[in-house]
């Protein structure tokens, strides 16, 4: 088995009226060597989420980053720093896991209606670290992966059990 590799997350890219929280567990390998969010090319992420704002794909990065948080959806990662033996979820090393500052996050967004969990992973690091710290949490939303991982969703699948963040998003 292959050593155990420190891994920092990435930067919250949130505004203060943000709707929908979209929360990862911890980026990817690809993810953070480009120092991007859903970097890997077969994530369906960012076409998923596209097509729910209303915006291209084909974007820059930066755009689509600007053209998220426009409609009100902000994304971070549960997981601030761990080691991890590879780029899936399964490969972090149990008890080396250190939490965002989520509970500081959510209660400083007055417009925060729902968070989305993007797969178990994230669903269940929220559950352990963040919401036991949270006084009234908003709506939390388990959402099927976007990660290549999860080929059996088709992205028209992911679609449908992803319209509830459509749903919390202004009209």
Known sequence: MSEATLCIGLQAQVNVDCRVLLLGSMPGVASLQEQR???HPRNRFWPLL???CGFDAGLAYQQRLQALMAAKV???DVICQCERRGSLD???VRGTEVPNA?????ASLP???LIGCNGGASLQAFQRWVLPRLEAPPT????PSTS???AAWSLPRLRLAWQPVADALPT
Request: cysteine-free.
């Open 74 to 76: 902000g994304l971070w």
């Open 37 to 39: 969010y859903y970097a």
């Open 50 to 52: 596209a097509d729910i």
């Open 111 to 113: 417009e925060l209606e």
């Open 102 to 106: 989520l509970p500081a996050l959510i």
């Open 90 to 92: 399964a490969d972090i």
């Open 148 to 150: 290549p991982a999860n």
């Open 140 to 143: 939390l939303l388990a959402l």
